[in-house]
T-cell receptor, first 115, second 115 residues
């Protein structure tokens, strides 16, 4: 079945440093989504990327979707303590693989920020 | 802002007991999901539900699990005979049906502890 892999598993940074997490799927995705889960919280939707090679920005966050629609990245510029949490990528399948009824999550990257 | 609500927030049960976790999805959503998250681990898909039937289920969702939408507003997950390894946070999620794939709105979760 479809697998979504994410690295690194953990990342500790000093406040102000940049952070990047990478996501790879075993199958082509119809779209990819990113969620943030604060410690003790529930996943909250951040963004969805649909087009091959798409890049979207939300303030200090930059999201990319690979040309082959099998990989993605999230980059945070100048991290702040409010960025602490686990960042998950998640993918719906496509006609070539995966499922249209199941959103598969990566294992997530836990970001901690030292003030 | 509309939200997904879940009850109970925490349930402690003895191994072998039946548990019912309840969810009220966002009112105009038509797709419903259960995910679970063992402490510190990934968000795992259990089941998707649409038009009063299961769309897809994972290997985890065996005969001990069942879902129901009994009254048009509640969406329940039943575990017939709980095992120690069922201890986890269970998240309900829902989404609109405007597109085949879209963002999921998660509830705050129900923490299940099996003793």
């Amino acid at each position: 079945g479809q697998q979504v892999m994410q690295i690194p598993q953990y990342q500790h940074v000093q406040e102000g440093e940049d952070f990047t997490t990478y996501c790879n799927s075993s199958t082509t995705l119809s779209n990819i989504q990113w969620y943030k889960q604060r410690p003790g919280g529930h996943p909250v939707f951040l963004i969805q990327l649909v087009k091959s090679g798409e890049v979207k920005k939300q303030k200090r966050l930059t999201f990319q979707f690979g040309e082959a629609k099998k990989n993605s990245s999230l980059h945070i510029t100048a991290t702040q303590t409010t960025d602490v949490g686990t960042y998950f990528c998640a993918g719906w399948g496509s006609n070539s693989g995966g499922s249209n009824y199941k959103l598969t999550f990566g294992k997530g990257t836990l970001l901690t920020v030292n003030p | 802002e509309p939200e997904v609500t879940q009850t109970p927030s925490h349930q402690v049960t003895q191994m072998g007991q039946e548990v019912i976790l309840r969810c009220v999805p966002i009112s105009n959503h038509l797709y419903f999901y259960w995910y679970r998250q063992i402490l510190g681990q990934k968000v795992e898909f259990l089941v998707s539900f649409y038009n009063n039937e299961i769309s897809e289920k994972s290997e985890i969702f065996d005969d001990q699990f069942s879902v129901e939408r009994p009254d048009g507003s509640n969406f329940t997950l039943k575990i017939r005979s709980t095992k120690l390894e069922d201890s986890a946070m269970y998240f309900c999620a829902s989404r609109l049906a405007l597109t085949l794939t879209g963002e999921l709105f998660f509830g705050e979760g129900s923490r299940l502890t099996v003793l």
